[in-house]
């Protein structure tokens, strides 16, 4: 009689699930979740440092940004891409947190960067040459990394095609 419950239609779900959730590690649906095209390799002078990013795909999210929010990570950044080379001017309206913008070319190639960003302006900051791409990153990672114009970001997205 027991074995007609256990492997029943009504018992034998749950059962595996229980089993499942007690050998498969916890940080498996963590690690599974990250796609491989949000991690951007930045080489510099100090050598090769890791960020994951969010990439903003719409014009909803473009214009949103990172708005609204009070702490990212420090190994974490947003990505902005654009359709053409050209001067690209950003700002901070409604955005929390301090940050440094880095431009970069569709080759991947940074191009300038604008650190320590004023939260809450609505300055108008742009490029100092042409760029079609931002990266922001929290204030003080461009330096800490020792990112320069010149140095090479590595991500599935560069080069930047039409």
Known sequence: MLSNLLFS?????????????????ENFAIAQSHDPSDRMLVTTATGK???????????????????FRKS????HGMLFIFHDARPI????????????????????????IIQHTT????????????AQAVIE??????????LAPGDKIHHPLFPIRP
């Open 9 to 25: 239609r009504n018992y034998i779900f749950p059962a595996l699930l229980s089993l499942l959730l007690i050998f498969v590690p």
């Open 89 to 112: 001017s950003m700002w901070m309206k409604n955005t929390l947190i301090s940050l440094d913008m880095i431009f970069v070319s569709g080759e991947g190639m940074v191009t300038s």
């Open 137 to 146: 990153v929290n204030a003080g990672v461009a330096q800490k990394i020792g």
């Open 72 to 75: 990212m990570p420090q190994d």
């Open 49 to 67: 440092h890791t960020f994951t990013l969010e990439i903003a795909k719409t014009n909803e999210e473009r214009a949103k940004g990172l708005m």
């Open 119 to 130: 939260p809450l302006s609505e300055e108008i900051i742009t490029s100092d040459q042409p």
